[in-house]
T-cell receptor, first 114, second 113 residues
Framework: KNQVEQSPQSLIILEGKNCTLQCNYTVSPFSNLRWYKQDTGRGPVSLTIMTFSENTKSNGRYTATLDADTKQSSLHITASQLSDSASYICVVSALTGGGNKLTFGTGTQLKVEL | KAGVTQTPRYLIKTRGQQVTLSCSPISGHRSVSWYQQTPGQGLQFLFEYFSETQRNKGNFPGRFSGRQFSNSRSEMNVSTLELGDSALYLC????????????FGPGTRLTVT
């Protein structure tokens, strides 16, 4: 069964600190992995999308890594800001004979405090 | 370029009623997908439409249906509403398939009483 597990479930950090969110998946056949940021009451916004051959991808202060062998990904946030407080969702896409299948993680709730 | 728009943004319905939600994708995007988001289950895929045809479907009962028009706008319908249907319904559009980057709308918050 395709699954995406994220950890931790929630996290509180001080402004200016770094943090790393984890995503483990058992989706196959793997096509790509995405990280989304979702502010409360809004739709998710894409941060990165990584294919099998990509190990690292950055988007400003956000850096995602992918290890396709161990089926793990991480999202590193550098020099956190209050505006980084949001839910971060890992999504894995599988390309099957029946079409694309998306499997969603339940998200990591990040709170950045002063 | 305008983003994905969804209407209405908020909706309150009673059990047994039906509801129709609307989604306008980004101009040029032909794939529109729908998702249900609840605190307990997170984001769950409902279905995807491309060129007016349903191309992918999640594991939801037949009470959930949708359609896409020739201008790529899409509607989602839920019949015989249940309390458990209370959720944030998100629509996303992409250029071609679910494998491409998804751009989400702000969602419709549905409350069933």
């Amino acid at each position: 069964k395709n699954q995406v597990e994220q950890s931790p479930q929630s996290l509180i950090i001080l402004e200016g600190k770094n943090c790393t969110l984890q995503c483990n998946y058992t989706v196959s056949p793997f096509s790509n992995l995405r990280w989304y940021k979702q502010d409360t009451g809004r739709g998710p916004v894409s941060l990165t999308i990584m294919t099998f051959s990509e190990n690292t991808k950055s988007n400003g202060r956000y850096t995602a890594t992918l290890d396709a062998d161990t089926k793990q990904s991480s999202l590193h946030i550098t020099a956190s800001q209050l505006s980084d407080s949001a839910s971060y969702i890992c999504v894995v896409s599988a390309l099957t004979g029946g079409g694309n299948k998306l499997t969603f993680g339940t998200g990591t709730q990040l709170k950045v405090e002063l | 370029k305008a983003g994905v728009t969804q209407t209405p943004r908020y909706l309150i319905k009673t059990r047994g009623q039906q509801v129709t939600l609307s989604c306008s994708p980004i101009s040029g995007h032909r794939s529109v997908s729908w998702y249900q988001q609840t605190p307990g289950q997170g984001l769950q895929f409902l279905f995807e439409y491309f060129s007016e045809t349903q191309r992918n479907k999640g594991n939801f009962p037949g009470r959930f249906s949708g359609r896409q028009f020739s201008n790529s706008r899409s509607e989602m319908n839920v019949s015989t509403l249940e309390l458990g249907d209370s959720a944030l319904y998100l629509c996303a559009s992409s250029l071609r398939t679910l494998d491409y980057e998804q751009y989400f709308g702000p969602g419709t918050r549905l409350t069933v009483t």
